[in-house]
């Protein structure tokens, strides 16, 4: 089925680079995909906050979980605002001079509002698919939740409306005039890298590392 293009709107249109920008779904649900953590802003009583969390992608919607007691999941229950970013870091841009330093990268922002996912079966589904985003496999083998470790679950879901992705690639930007200087310019190119795994120190005796684990990457 071919994806389409999020709309631009006042709110997600890059103004600044907006060479950068793309809105199609391949490249803003690859970067969701890609990435481990975000970052939800949301505003309570006229104050900013801005939290780390676990995410994942299911179809157009993204799902956040945490306690019940989480006050950042009580206030999405009212159903408000919220604006996600994701960033993954793809290099360091070293130009011949400090202003023109910068960093190659792939991110996106996101606009919806959530809504609680209180039917137990799409729970469930939210946790799955929560799982298997960050270690594909892993629902399979762990033990899955019990009904109290899902009462005390507030799985969100939350609406993708608006979305944009900023992309940077490539050399540094120099000024012409400082290209004759002796200094070294390019980039350092970076990536996540898994290293190897790390037995509990109470793990039973004769259990061998999955092959999922073995050969996690992202
Ligand atoms: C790793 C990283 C480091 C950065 N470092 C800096 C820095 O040090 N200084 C700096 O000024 N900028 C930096 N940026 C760029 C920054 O994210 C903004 O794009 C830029 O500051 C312009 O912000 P604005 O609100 O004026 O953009 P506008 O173009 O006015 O934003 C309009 C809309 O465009 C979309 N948008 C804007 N930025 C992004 C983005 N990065 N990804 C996806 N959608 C976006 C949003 O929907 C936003 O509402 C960095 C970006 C990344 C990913």
């Not at 996600?84 to 130009?95: F, H, K, P, Q, Y």
Request: net charge negative; charged share 25%; hydrophobic share 35%.
């Amino acid at each position: 089925m071919p994806m389409s293009e999020f709309e631009q709107t006042k709110r997600n249109r890059v103004t600044r680079l907006p060479e950068r920008a793309k809105y199609d779904e391949h490249t803003i649900f690859g970067i969701i995909d890609e990435a481990l953590i975000c970052h939800i802003g949301f505003v309570v009583d006229g104050k900013p906050f801005v939290i780390p969390s676990i995410h994942a992608r299911d179809g157009n919607r993204l799902l956040l979980h945490g306690s019940s007691a989480s006050r950042m999941l009580k206030h999405f229950k009212e159903g408000h605002d919220l604006c996600v970013t994701i960033t993954l870091l793809d290099g360091l841009v070293l130009a011949r001079s400090v202003f023109h330093h910068s960093m190659n990268y792939r991110s996106v922002v996101l606009f919806g509002n959530g809504r609680i996912v209180e039917e137990r079966d799409q729970k469930m589904h939210g946790l799955k698919v929560l799982t298997e985003h960050l270690v594909p496999g892993r629902w399979e083998d762990a033990r899955l939740p019990s009904e109290q470790e899902l009462n005390a679950t507030t799985l969100i879901s939350m609406s993708i409306d608006e979305g944009t992705a900023k992309i940077r690639t490539g050399h540094p930007g120099d000024d012409d005039a400082d290209y004759d200087l002796p200094v070294w310019a390019g980039v350092i190119p970076m990536r996540q890298q898994t290293l190897p795994p790390i037995d509990d120190e109470r793990l039973t005796e004769g259990i061998a590392v999955p092959d999922y684990v073995v050969n996690y990457s992202r």
